[in-house]
């Protein structure tokens, strides 16, 4: 197995648990492949004795049958049972409850919400099975794992048969840059932070997709060895996550995804494109989007009160997501084919262009850097977003990359930039115009701000107008 990377945070939490003397009952929730099995297992060491199973993905023609089948095969293999009766959750519960009714154990149920598919008493009987076998294990902690953050909300956070009785709810994000950079090993300290964060802006932070970077290969070697390969774990994953999570609501949410890739959109345009009529369930679909961690729900808001405005802009947030709807779906043919073995990156269209709306998406998701580079606390903060003013009769529109409002009356207006090259000094006319139609009084300080992750030019340095020059690639470094 890798070595485990990460996830400190999330890991101390988990050991507090430790020192309960109750039995515990944990939720873990998050995109797939974002490393929610390998922490547990990571954790189990702690614990001392770990068992976990997994639900069979809905596939179709999977039945609940099926899935009942598996747990039993899985309970049978982890203990040497034998003869174990399948027609009921019930008694699957039962006879995993009296494995482990004496020591310390960390007992996970992965892709609960595929576990309980087609079975409407599922949740009633797991629940049953906590209160009457599990828990009377004062050292057991039961761990209830799902990728499909919505089913999780709604079934085991909001339901009534589970509300109080989590121990501990944890919703895993994509790994920090600083996480990012120990995939790359013994290569850490000789593989530059530019190349490392151009193969970040397509994998993102993903646990899983990180585990398959070869260090010793540059990052375009390594782009195409994962996405423009018919061999590439990049290149079929996209259909298989949304398979897997979505199952026949998957077109649905690919539309509304490829719909975002164009750029980022408010709920009635999205529903335009696709041609839906905007009711509560196509709402609902943006939403579990969000909770499953590919688009990200901005809020804009006003500058003179802080409040939240009505309107959200919706982006796809997932860098991977991105890059396969923008050059991997519309070139599938020929990856199969293997016409893009030899492929230069820089000469697929837009590239640098991609390539910087990818690195502007790490940024957003590392913003927590940017507020220490700055020196702003977390509490000072009225709010922060890809900041969008409408244009009015009064006013003109303008859209800012990433802006912070403090408490003390302080905005920094962010501008984030790639270029192969040193950016140049007419960034500073860009941000110039932004700043000017802002709709803010005079009772307002603005703070400029250049985050780049190449280099600048001396204009720029020598200028003095940006408060802060941020090289975001110094996150990167070893």
């Known amino acids: 197995m890798a070595k485990f990377i990460g996830r400190k945070r999330e890991l101390a939490k988990l050991c507090t648990l430790l020192d309960k003397k109750s039995p515990a009952l944990i939720v873990v929730k998050g995109r797939r492949r974002i490393g929610k099995s390998r922490l547990l297992s990571e954790f189990g060491k702690m614990v001392g004795r770990v068992h976990i199973f997994t639900g069979l993905a809905p596939d179709k023609g999977v039945t609940a049958k099926d899935q009942r089948l598996e747990f039993a095969r899985q309970l049978s293999h982890e203990f040497g049972l034998r003869g174990l009766k399948t027609d009921d959750w019930g008694d699957l519960l039962w006879q995993l409850a009296a494995q482990v009714k004496t020591g310390r154990v960390l007992v996970v149920?992965?892709?609960?919400?595929?576990?309980?598919?087609?079975?409407?008493?599922?949740?009633?009987?797991?629940?049953?099975?906590?209160?009457?076998?599990?828990?009377?294990?004062?050292?057991?902690?039961?761990?209830?794992?799902?990728?499909?953050?919505?089913?999780?909300?709604?079934?085991?956070?909001s339901s009534t048969g589970f509300v109080g009785r989590q121990s501990l709810v944890l919703t895993l994000k994509e790994l920090s840059l600083p996480e990012c950079g120990e995939f790359w090993r013994d290569q850490e300290k000789l593989a530059s932070p530019l190349e490392k964060l151009i193969t970040l802006a397509v994998t993102g932070g993903i646990p899983r997709y990180l585990e398959e970077i070869n260090p010793n290969l540059p990052a375009e070697q390594n782009i195409k060895n994962l996405c423009f390969s018919p061999e590439g774990i990049l290149f079929r994953e996209f259909d298989q996550i949304f398979s897997d999570l979505f199952s026949d609501k998957k077109i649905l949410y690919s539309e509304i995804c490829a719909c975002l890739a164009l750029g980022p959109a408010d709920a009635k345009s999205i529903y335009q494109h696709i041609g839906l009529s905007g009711n509560g369930d196509d709402y609902a679909h943006l939403e579990n989007l969000v909770l499953s961690g590919f688009i990200a729900k901005d809020y804009s808001w006003h500058l003179k009160n802080?409040?939240?405005?009505?309107?959200?802009?919706?982006?796809?947030?997932?860098?991977?997501?991105?890059?396969?709807?923008?050059?991997?779906?519309?070139?599938?043919?020929?990856?199969?084919?293997?016409?893009?073995?030899?492929?230069?990156?820089?000469?697929?269209?837009?590239?640098?262009?991609?390539?910087?709306?990818?690195?502007?998406?790490?940024?957003?998701?590392?913003?927590?850097?940017?507020?220490?580079?700055?020196?702003?606390?977390?509490?000072?903060?009225?709010?922060?977003?890809?900041?969008?003013?409408?244009?009015?009769?009064?006013?003109?529109?303008?859209?800012?990359?990433?802006?912070?409002?403090?408490?003390?009356?302080?905005?920094?207006?962010?501008?984030?930039?790639?270029?192969?090259?040193?950016?140049?000094?007419?960034?500073?006319?860009?941000?110039?115009?932004?700043i000017k139609a802002l709709a803010v009084t005079r009772n307002f300080s603005i703070r400029p701000v250049l985050i780049h992750c190449n280099s600048v030019s001396e204009a720029i340095e020598e200028s003095g107008f940006f408060a802060k020059i941020i090289d975001f690639s110094q996150f990167l470094s070893a």
């Open 109 to 157: 149920l992965d892709e609960i919400s595929w576990m309980g598919h087609d079975e409407p008493t599922f949740l009633s009987k797991l629940k049953i099975a906590w209160e009457m076998y599990f828990k009377e294990n004062p050292n057991l902690i039961l761990a209830l794992c799902s990728s499909i953050s919505m089913w999780i909300d709604k079934n085991l956070l």
């Open 306 to 434: 802080g409040k939240m405005a009505k309107i959200a802009w919706y982006r796809l947030s997932d860098n991977y997501c991105r890059f396969y709807l923008k050059y991997i779906l519309p070139n599938k043919h020929r990856i199969e084919a293997d016409d893009y073995h030899d492929i230069t990156l820089t000469a697929l269209p837009s590239w640098s262009t991609i390539l910087g709306l990818q690195i502007e998406n790490c940024v957003l998701n590392n913003r927590k850097l940017i507020h220490d580079a700055l020196g702003i606390s977390q509490q000072d903060i009225i709010a922060h977003n890809p900041y969008r003013q409408r244009a009015t009769k009064s006013q003109s529109g303008c859209q800012i990359d990433y802006l912070i409002q403090t408490r003390f009356n302080t905005l920094y207006v962010c501008e984030i930039k790639y270029s192969k090259d040193a950016i140049q000094k007419t960034v500073i006319d860009e941000v110039q115009q932004k």
